[in-house]
């Protein structure tokens, strides 16, 4: 059974235009010019029970529209939510039982308070006993390894850990779904791979269904099994990662230290990266010819060092975005 | 749903229970904050002592019964300002998506997004308040019906600045609205109704509504009326009533953090 | 001197464009100046009876005048700002430049509260003529007087409240004592004249420095006569010499102070 269901959706922003020079600031007080922007358009996805599922676009995509209509958090204009089977709109207080939120860039701790009174101050948020409350705060203490800094106020904590703290917080009350904005936004990546790590142990020991926006692939690609892209407002792509990987990357790049010069031409299904006489790195179709046909080429005798590998999954995304643009 | 309203009330409590202890971390800060407040409505006496010296009725009220005006007007701000700081600036919060926190919490957004700061210097006020209470002649009647209005006062100005407040869901640039509204309900409150004539002294009974948190009190005080104790009391029910309605037909309109980041 | 002009200058094109913002400043103005129409009424029984030396047409214009000096002066603002420069470190970029920082600081000011008392005298004779339905008794001549001793109690208000934000050299915030100072002038130096006071206290406002900047032009608009012109300009000159010295003594000290410190 899905546990999100989003159909036909769509959000308008209507957002006041700016125009420079005193002259036109007086004659906007006046007659304020407005333009709609379309953040959402239309778009239809299901999320299944336990799935850990990234929602990924560029910046002003509709990531974070869509995710704040999911919450509760904002009116759409068309179309229909059920998450949990809950109305956000209608049933906000019901609904907010049922998930957890992380908001990158936003904070909802006390910073002079302490991770552990924090948590209280959550349990009491969302009316748990003061026992259960205890008993999950130390739960989730050794999960996501808070010992160290539990008893420290948060002010005085890095961002990594103020990051393992919000998530936490928003854990208290056992949430079904759990939100997360850009997590990892701002960390370094050491800090991002341990978080990451963390959010992944959640989902195996609590079963809690994971729905994450980033704009780091990474983030993505370590931690989802389905992945959906949004650009401009529209679905562009929901599909499995698997699926994403196999579909994109049919291209390998082949990175080659030569002994000798080699004199290559772009060929049908090859394409020069670059070429610096011993060094060489061109792209292979593998859809139009082989690795080892490629390799052929290059006269394997001649080769000192050779790396073959995948193309990066930004850049597929990038390309993604690039094709719906023109379209 | 007593449940309900007793859960609300923990959080509310927890949270301001908390601001308070942030803002006694430095207790100096904290200490001087007050006192220059209570020194600051103090120093208003020397106004009134002189113009008592030229008349000893301004406005049909005695300097014991101006300064009974002075305790319930700080009285009521104090009261607003330290429970409820953050009406005070709704419009911000509004403006800059700062709702969202509040509203994925099974609370009610609106008493928590009020609740959850409080201005140290409005102790200040409310100790000013209890001064002018005592230099006025203090019985426990007296004393009850003090506390009482500068609670309901509070609530009231409280819901004045919400309502005002919340045509940020409609016109971001409303807070200059609110921050006026806010300033002519404070302008007035500390002088003597008698002195205003006509159309102003209407409009201080209804849309600048001074007359119901500052001169009924005070009426009421130097000797009681049942009809103006009840009409205060409704007015801020009705009041309190118009301030949800609005807030949440606003909030439908509610846009988060999204119109900033379209103007960037 | 060219230099400062200009920085003058620029600062008051800066301040153009907020004019909006000075335009909701007028609100408050207009209301407190209408609560005060409303007192005086009610205190006057007879608008020609003269209390304490003054009629009722007199007190209104008064508050008009004193309220005028004081909302253009926007020195929280400035208090804050010196008292920042100080403790921020910023003050020590400006030991090397080739221009007074007090200076710098006080015609920058100045340029600001142009934009501002400009706006503010318009909004008042408006409102006084209003509320009112006349202006008192002035000429040409003594109009320009009034309006030097307005300029140079701007002038004077400026150098104090530079003084007080350096206060910050000597104490860590010293935004309390600009609080102090602003409640002080509104009290004694805002609501009433000078002769409204006891006996002991008149002596003491008259050498403080409510008499030049607030007390002065304003008396000198309600009530012209050039041997009180000739007194208020002398005591308003001395004034800024001192005002003037004692902020370059703390500057100094403060800055000596800086060095040894290592900044």
Redesign the interface.
Known sequence: MAIIEVKKLSKNFKVKVKEKGLKNSLKAIIKPKYKIVRAVKNISFEVEKGEMIAFIGPNGAGKSTTIKMLTGILYPNNGSIKVLGIDPQKERKKLAYEIGTVFGQKEQLWTHLTPYDNFKFFGAIYDIPESRVEKKIEELKMLFELDDFINTPVRNLSLGQRIRCEIVASLIHEPKILFLDEPTIGLDPVVKENIRTLIKRMNKEYKTTVFLTSHDVSDIEKLCKRVIIINNGQVVLDDTMENLKYHYLNKKIVDAKMKERVNLDDEDGITILKDKGYNLKIEVDIQKRSVADALKLLNPDNIIDINISNVPLEDIISDIYKKEGKE | MLMVVKNQLKISWLSIKYALIREMLNKTTFLTNIIFMVLNNASFIVQWIILYSLKDNVGGYTFKQVLLLWGIASGTYGVAHFFFKKAFSLSDTINTGKLDSYLVQPKNVLISAITTDIDTSALGDMIYAYITLFIYGVTLPNFLLFTFFCIIGGIFLTSISIILSSLSFWFSKSDIIADTGNGLMTNFATYPDGIFKGIVKILLFTLIPVGIVNYIPVRVMVSFNLGSFLIVIMATIFIVILAFLVFYKGLKKYSSSNLMMAKI | MRKYLFIYKSEIMSELQYV?NIL?GF??YV??LF?FL??W???YNDPNEL?NGYNMNQMIWYVIITEILWSSLGGRKLCRKICDDVRGGNIAYNINKPYSYIGYSLFSHLGSATIRGILYIILGMILGFIFLGSFPNLNILSILAVLLSGILATIISTLLIIFIGLLAFIIEDSN?FY?LYS?AM???GT??PIE??PKVMQTILKYSPIYVVSYGPAKLFVEFSWPNFITIIFWQLIYILIAYGLCAILYKKGVKNLNVNGG
């Open positions: 909006f909701i609100i408050g209301i407190i609560i409303n007192l009424k009610y205190i209390i309390p609080w409640k509104l009290v004694l609501i009433f409204y006071f």
